[in-house]
């Protein structure tokens, strides 16, 4: 195992993170390729809107661990959260839940994230390519703990007007979904939030005062100041290799 920069605790910290959006196919060497052309933090990789390999997911996160970046990995689908520790036994470093409306959603996602006793997530043993540095059930379960990134991505209004709900002590960013939105939005003329910024604005407001942040997908490099300057944290955007 590659011994990685803490993500988590870059990202509570407030540290400026910035995700490069990355294909499952990505060999080591596109890896390298992609972290050399800016000052990336992590990759992300969706499998919500794309086709989806356990194995393909498997290499990537060991191609990735070689080359020294942890991998953000999107799930296919909200009701999915009760899978996310066996789809962590795969390597990823963190995993975003699409779609988060309920409370229920967000615990479900906290226990199966979490080793106790924190969560409940089911004792499998870490990643192949981690374990010759974790043998012990223990000290690895500690390790994750301290060490996962857990993200729920909202994408309604409703979502949005109750983001503090889902700022639970374990969720490490709320991230956003701009299209869904839209859609939520055009739905819903006379809502007080009327753009996407207002939106952004309330979530910022929400989160004061907890350890969750905001990750915004600005895809392009020349929009990063416009929403590191709202407050947002976290960004994830296409590299500069597409």
């Not at 195992?1 to 605790?9: A, E, F, P, R």
């Not at 615990?107 to 870490?126: C, H, I, M, N, T």
């Amino acid at each position: 195992m590659t011994i990685q920069t803490n993500l988590k605790h870059r990202i509570r910290s407030g540290e400026i993170t910035i995700g490069a959006i990355a294909p499952v196919t990505a060999t080591k060497n596109r890896i390298e390729d992609i972290m050399g052309s800016s000052n990336y933090s992590y990759l992300n990789v969706d499998s919500q809107h794309g086709p989806y390999d356990e194995r393909l997911l498997v290499e990537f996160c060991e191609a990735a661990d070689q080359v020294g970046v942890p991998v953000m990995f999107r799930i296919k689908h909200t009701r999915h959260s009760y899978l996310v520790g066996n789809i962590l036994d795969l390597g990823p470093a963190g995993v975003e839940i699409p779609q988060t409306e309920t409370e229920e959603t967000t615990q479900e996602a906290l226990d199966y994230f979490y080793y106790p006793q924190v969560g409940k997530r089911s004792w499998g043993g870490p990643p192949t390519s981690w374990r010759a540095d974790y043998t012990d059930r223990l000290e690895y379960a500690k390790f994750w703990n301290d060490y996962g990134v857990l993200s729920l991505q909202i994408e309604s209004l409703s979502a949005v007007t109750r983001a503090k709900t889902f700022a639970r002590p374990g969720v490490d960013m709320l991230s956003w979904g701009p299209a869904d939105l839209s859609f939520n939005r055009e739905a819903n003329p006379d809502h007080p939030l009327k753009t996407d910024d207002d939106c952004i604005k309330h979530t910022l407001m929400l989160l004061e005062g907890t350890e969750t942040k905001l990750s915004i997908r600005n895809y392009q490099y020349e929009l990063r100041n416009k929403y590191l300057d709202m407050g947002a944290t976290v960004l994830i955007e296409l590299p500069f290799t597409q």
